[in-house]
């Protein structure tokens, strides 16, 4: 866990590095919820790039603070987190209010949107009446008053029927927030209005409503389309308020595509070549491993060494590089590929990396029955005896 002090408080936020030249990817929460809700969104997503999550002031692990919520002071939280970690020209991912302070971010600081996604918001949620009404029972019963309720707007009915136990703990995290950062957050949609905002956006922009969302209706999300330019829409069936909890596979799916459409910080035509070979020799660390890299540097020579920079640079830092695929996929076909042409010391060497891209043996194993189908029973098993040494040494060495 990270924590770190910014506008008068602690704000709490996880951070993994990225590994290729994808743009970073920033998930801001909902209402009444904390960065856990993409927890398995990120299980299904494979992103090579930077990921930043946070839990925005008065929700999960972060500091209420005193100064008077707003979606404006939200997302000055929101850009100054980001500045502390050095990240910009992100792809932000908001939900619901999320989507709201990810609008303000891209007015605001232009610099650090590459790209949103939108997901079950608008630029206006509801009306004064609405959220005055929830603020009052919350003021007379605390959350719990309105927690129910809730629920029913961010699940669907089949969810709400086959998930009770799932029901129950996201109600747990709803009534856990702190009062005041519910409350202060709730005053912040309240008093929101980002359709001036909104129709200025000039970034690329993927609109997401769940089919079910009784909160933030489809057609309420949809008009977003008409309102930004750029700005494209999905409807997610049998899904509520909250896609990363209840469709998190598919959500990932539509998050790799936007993210596979955005030029990656590596282009042959802006960047030196010194720079392509930077990121291809972190892929190649991250893949082969330290030890493999640095046996392969210390042993080449003036001979072999303009060969060592083209596969550095084309194999590693352009194509393994590249974001629309993970790690896992792009071990998997690169172990049928060789096993096809026979290509066994590479099979062994990428049967050996599997283990740092996420590739299982039941994938491998897959891969070469691809192999003896596509390619034939010789090819595939010569490389089934290739990768079954592999496995032998490994098990025996503790790997």
Known sequence: MHFIELNATTLHFKKTNGASAAPALVLVNSLGT????W???????????????????GHGLSGVGDAPYSIDLHMRDLAALMDSQGISDAVI????????????????????????????????????KTWQDRIDIIDANGIEGIADGVMSRWFSPEFLKTQPAAVAGYRNLVCRTPLKGYRGTCAAIRDADLTSQ?????????????????????????????????????RISSCGHIPS??????????????????????????????????????????VLGDTHVDTAEFQKSS??????????????????????????ERSIVTIALLAALGHLDEVAMHAR?????????????EALLHTAIYAGVPAANSAIKTVKNVFAQLDASGE
Not at 34 to 37: A, L, N, S, Y
Not at 108 to 115: G, Q
């Open 303 to 328: 001979f072999d060494k303009p060969f060592q920079e083209l596969i550095t640079e084309a194999a590693w830092g352009h194509v393994w590089s590249r974001p629309s695929w993970t790690l896992r």
């Open 39 to 57: 927890d398995e969104f990120l299980a299904h997503l494979g992103h090579q790039g930077e990921i930043l999550a946070y839990d925005k002031r």
């Open 353 to 365: 990396a599997a283990k740092n891209t996420g590739a299982t043996r039941e994938d491998i194993s």
């Open 34 to 37: 904390d960065f856990r809700i």
């Open 198 to 234: 909104a129709a200025q956006i000039d970034v690329p922009v993927l609109c997401v409503g769940g089919e079910d969302d009784q909160s933030t209706p489809p057609d309420l999300v949809e008009g977003m389309v008409n309102l930004i330019p750029n700005a494209k829409f999905e």
């Open 93 to 128: 991912c908001g939900v619901s209010v999320g989507g709201m302070i990810a609008m303000a971010l891209h007015a605001a600081r232009p610099d650090l949107v590459k790209a949103l996604i939108l997901c079950d918001t608008a630029p206006r949620i509801g009306d004064v």
């Open 245 to 286: 909890l209840e469709q998190p596979e598919y959500l990932a799916h539509l998050v790799r595509q936007m993210i596979s459409r955005c030029p990656t910080k590596i282009d042959p035509d802006e960047q030196c070549q010194s720079e392509i070979y930077k990121q291809g020799m972190q892929t190649r660390r991250r």
